[in-house]
């Protein structure tokens, strides 16, 4: 753990980093992959709707020795629709059939009271209509296209337009990665999934906003010095939050895999796979979208502004011009060799900071502790 945070510190400080921004066209390859196989999934399969969405009834049986599979086969038999059948741990049924009417209904429950051999009146029947399911759907989409407004609203006035633009491209990209999962899967979809959608978005948004800020403080005056470009100040921005963005969502992922992987599929509780599967793959697409999508959007996107390729030319100019004068061996005033007066670093030592260790300027290194006087260091002789 030590290790970790002093990894943690020294990216922080931007003595070491990744070009996770100058690698971008990777990233954009492998989320372009990902979703097209999400959409082919949602086109083909299809979502599993659950009962709330698209109609149906769901029948609680009493305690009984009839197996999951014997009460599916009468339902199915009797309505002429596909049931899902769970066996609860008090060895009660949980039978749901989607798009039933009145009257299938109570011909599935009477079939199914028939077959367990108990009265009509112990096995409760839950209807839910077609049109009320369409309601729900319709406020469900309402609600998540009101969040999408604010968040773009919120950050166009906290940061910029640019920030808003690509915070959305990563929530649309979370959202798909996760609906295209469900369909893959067949996990049925119901308001707990809903409500897993919106907190992975805003999990998702926690971490973008928080490079946002760092972004924001370090681009203030950028075009006022010729050291960084504004991909570099992305990047270093980036660095600098990247082991807490991993530590959190390693921690959030972890409690969530609990109830995904022995919750619902080692002890049996289907009901927790619509929330925690949502929350799963949400998790780590928001984290994934977080680190490789919307902060290389952004600058991508400033880098278009005439402000900012014209920083980039006088910073990459000034580069050239240093490296130059100090592959010809000659001695360079302190304002040509890249020497900041307020920072006391040169561009070269800058520009490490941003993709690797910091090195030596050529200018310093070995016994030339002055750059053009050979011989001794200055001091007392011995």
Known sequence: MSKLGNLGARLYRGEVGYDFVGKRMIWYGISILITITAIVGLSVRGLNM??????GAVFNTPKTSVSATQAQHVAEETSGHTAIVQKLGNSTLRVQVSELTTEQ??????????????PLDKINTDIVGPSWGDQIANKAWTGLAIFMILVVIYLAIAFEWRMALAALIALIHDLTITVGVYALVGFEVTPGTVIGLLTILGYSLYDTVVVFDGLKEGAKDI???TRWTYSEIANRSLNATLVRSINTTVVALLPVAGLL???????????????????????AAGAYSSIFIATPLVADLKERDPQMKALTKRVRAKRAAAAAKGESGTEQPQDAAGQDAESGEDDDTAAAGVVGPRRQSAGRSGRDGRGGRGGRPSGKRR
Do not use: C, H, P, W
């Open 50 to 55: 659950g009962i709330e969405f698209s109609g």
């Open 105 to 118: 209904s109570r011909a599935t429950q009477e079939a199914l009271a028939k077959k367990l051999d108990v």
């Open 223 to 225: 075009t006022k010095q």
């Open 261 to 283: 992987f022995i919750g619902g599929g080692f002890l049996g509780a289907g009901m927790l796979n619509d929330i925690s599967l949502a929350l799963f793959v949400g998790l």
